[in-house]
């Protein structure tokens, strides 16, 4: 591998919550230490469809995810198993969806909620979380500190080259108490705050890092559709390459092949939007 990448996914974060409420990830970019983008999801934006895309760098009119009820196992290459082919380690901290998408289909709670297998195609050490029980008055969702310290974990443990964090935390929030109100402001700033001390550390280990969401969410906490509100959030790059101007906006299309050719691993003949870094 030409270089090591951790990418962080923050679900359901809008432009304008990242922009106003992550202070120390706006601080990097007045610092020069990150840059940021807009970054505009697929449609439909919804969770399931957005990780498979974000992954995989096709739509979902190509990989048939529809929405969070049609879960599967896909079958288009994705970053996990480009970076095996060029003789790289995966990891993955995330929902029990992004194990069922690029690992195994359906989720044991038993088998699949931690596993370390050197030897897989895709995700060599996987630690998932189902959020089995989700509504409204119980978010089921793990502690985000807990997430960051266990792909630390995993990154100082087996050596991964590419790791993928993926959190709920905000999301679940905004569809509790929609995003105008001190609960969701708070929300944000604890995540910002949590956040921080791993992004240094993290490139201290050597990794370049993008952190950033699935989609956004409006203002009743909804996404799913073409709102700019829910399609619509930030992506921030912390690393060395090169990239575009302020004002380019992101497609979720762009995040696998970037990913990849930072990396040096091969890109799939299926994703065929251009990478934003060089």
Known sequence: MDNKLLLIILDGVPWRNFRRLFGNLEGWVDSGEARVWKHRSVLPSISASCYASIHTGVSPQQHGCTGNGNVFRLSHDDVFSQVRKGGGVTGGVAHSFWS?????????????????EP?????????FHSMTGYGHHNQMTPSDVDL?????NLCLRHGLD???????????????????CQEMDHACFVMDEMLAPF???????GYEVIVTADHGQDARGHHGGRDPLQQETALYYFGEAQGPSSDTVIDQLQIAPTVLSRMG??????????????
């Open 148 to 152: 960051f310290g266990s792909l630390t």
């Open 265 to 278: 691993a091969p890109v799939a003949d299926t994703m065929q939007a251009e990478p934003f870094l060089w």
């Open 199 to 205: 992004i240094r550390r993290w490139r201290q280990m």
């Open 119 to 127: 030897d897989s195609q895709t995700i060599n050490h996987g630690r």
């Open 100 to 116: 069922e998408f690029f690992n195994r289909h359906p989720f044991d709670p038993v088998m699949d909620v931690e596993y370390d």
């Open 162 to 180: 590419y790791g993928m964090l993926h959190t709920c935390t905000l999301d679940s929030m905004g569809h509790r108490y929609f995003h105008d």
